[in-house]
């Protein structure tokens, strides 16, 4: 018997049809359920807590919503207490405190550190805060000022007898002073930054002979600083360029033993040009190269152990060997292929720490002075472009040298409201050296709190970062902080500031973002 053709005729839907269907079908059954009375539900959780009451005789009621409510709850009255003597809560909650075995915290006080950290960071700004009216404002009498000129360029201390006015204030603006060059009262020379730069109109780079001249000048104040650091008649310097800071610090400070200079930060093409020129240097901060695994590749391991030059030397002895794939059947573009993409991953990895602080660069010895005959024929030390055009790096100083401006950091005098409470405040604005600070705290009165806040140039806090590990042998030698002390007795430091930063001990140096000094204990704590 034949089929009905109507009834083998089957209806076909487009896939779009069938996803609305799908869609529709899934939110009705939604519906339906969410329609449904929760009583089941209930029922369910309710019988699921009673069989795992059966099942674990010691399970308790979850207490992290309200310890004090489940304790109350818990509590098992004694059977003798008449019922008058638990008319209140405060009653239960007394009864249960006595019962219960209390725990003895003890509440640790911060402890600080009776001596001062050194931070070679520079700083742009520091504010000072104290409960307590400051001993020294910024508004100067004429003998304050100049005796604070004379006391800081004769490099005297005032705490000794002298006969120059030795009033807070005189002291105050003593510790404002430093040493400058080049000194442009129309540019702002410090911090040096490529990118930020004034946007005011500079002509010098087009002037071929203020360009020279300033180049000249520079070059003699950068010899007379380097000389002074060799003598040890200066404790450090800076040197601060548009792309790179260089720090230079004499024989004795923070326990090195011969005259040092860091540099931050670096790219390879600027440490390319000190291994061109012969300076041997180290890179501290720079962290091992580890494999995917987690673990130290051989390459990382050797790279640890050599110096640069060797590391250089050794890739190219592990470069393909030409003749050896010439006769494998390879031919010269795929050959040149090869040594291109090696090449490239190469540049790679010596690019990968560039601008950081892992880029950070340590000169020691003979070759501080090698980098100072770099310093002065480098051309890329001076920018050729921007604001700053033709002006070569800033030099600051604690003490005078050749051709250097004495300059004063801008004071504000302000007043801070913190917590409900209200503060003196005073600001010093300027580049402001590790010693400027060493020195405030030293005139300020042992009875008296302060505390500094730190605003400090990010692309020199690598200088703070610097373990010296491999001189454990001489910070354990007490002897060579003495040393240290007395051929560095004419470099312009206090004595008491001297003290400081002649200990070789590591834990000194760090970074400071906030430093405050209790009169209580009389000690320093810091963050």
Not at 98 to 125: F, H, R, S, Y
Not at 299 to 317: F, K, N, P, R
Not at 327 to 342: F, L, P, R, W
Not at 444 to 455: A, C, G, I, Q
């Amino acid at each position: 018997m034949a089929q009905d053709p109507k009834k083998s005729v089957r209806k076909w839907h487009h896939p779009s049809e069938v996803m609305k269907l799908h869609k529709l079908k899934q939110r009705k059954k939604a519906l339906q359920i969410s329609l449904q009375p929760k009583k089941k539900k209930i029922l369910f959780i309710i019988n699921n807590e009673s069989k795992k009451s059966k099942n674990d005789s010691s399970c308790v009621l979850d207490e992290s919503s309200d310890q004090t409510l489940f304790k109350l709850i818990n509590y098992n009255i004694p059977s003798s207490t008449t019922n008058n003597s638990f008319t209140s809560f405060n009653n239960i909650l007394s009864k249960i405190n006595t019962e219960e075995k209390t725990e003895i915290v003890e509440v640790v006080k911060a402890q600080g550190e009776t001596w001062l950290p050194i931070d070679w960071a520079l700083k742009n700004k520091v504010r000072l805060l104290s409960a307590k009216p400051f001993p020294w404002n910024q508004k100067l009498k004429i003998s304050e000022e100049a005796s604070g000129i004379t006391a800081y360029t004769r490099c005297l201390d005032s705490n000794t007898e002298t006969t120059l006015d030795t009033s807070p204030n005189a002291k105050f603006h003593q510790c404002c002073l430093y040493w400058q060059q080049p000194s442009l009262p129309w540019l702002k020379l410090f911090p040096r930054s490529a990118t930020k730069a004034q946007s005011a109109g500079n002509n010098i780079a087009m002037n071929n002979a203020i360009k020279d001249s300033l180049q000249t000048a520079w070059s003699d104040s950068l010899r007379s600083l380097y000389q002074l650091i060799r003598t040890r008649q200066c404790p450090y310097f800076y040197a601060c360029a548009n792309n790179f800071t260089v720090l230079f610090r004499a024989a004795g400070i923070c326990g090195f033993s011969d005259v040092n200079a860091l540099i931050t930060p670096t790219t390879r093409g600027f440490r390319h040009m000190l291994r061109q020129e012969g300076i041997d240097f180290t890179m501290p901060l720079k962290k091992k190269r580890t494999s995917d695994q987690g673990y130290d590749t051989l390459d990382s391991t050797v790279s640890d152990q050599m110096g640069d030059e060797e590391i250089e030397s050794l890739e190219e002895e592990e470069a393909p060997d030409e003749d050896w794939l010439q006769s494998m059947g390879v031919n010269a573009e795929d050959i040149k292929q090869i040594n291109y993409t090696q090449e490239k991953i190469i540049q790679k990895s010596e690019c990968e720490v560039d601008n950081s602080e892992q880029s950070l660069v340590v000169i020691e010895g003979v070759d501080v002075h090698a980098l100072y005959n770099f310093l002065i024929n480098c051309k890329s030390a001076t920018s050729i472009t921007g604001a700053l055009a033709g002006i070569p790096p800033t030099l600051l100083a604690p003490v005078a040298f050749h051709g250097a401006a004495l300059n004063s950091l801008k004071v504000r005098e302000n007043k801070a409201y913190v917590d409900n409470v209200n503060y003196y405040s005073l600001d010093l604005i300027g580049p402001i050296l590790p010693s400027t600070i060493h020195n405030l705290f030293a005139i300020n009165s042992p009875e008296h709190s302060l505390t500094m806040t730190f605003n400090s140039v990010p692309t020199t806090e690598s200088f703070s970062k610097i373990k010296n590990n491999a001189r454990q042998s001489e910070i354990e030698n007490k002897g060579s902080v003495v040393f240290g002390k007395e051929n560095l007795s004419d470099c312009g430091l206090l004595p008491k500031v001297l003290q400081h930063f002649c200990t070789p001990d590591l834990k000194h140096v760090t970074n400071v973002e906030c430093l405050k000094y209790t009169s209580d204990n009389k000690t320093y704590t810091w963050t």
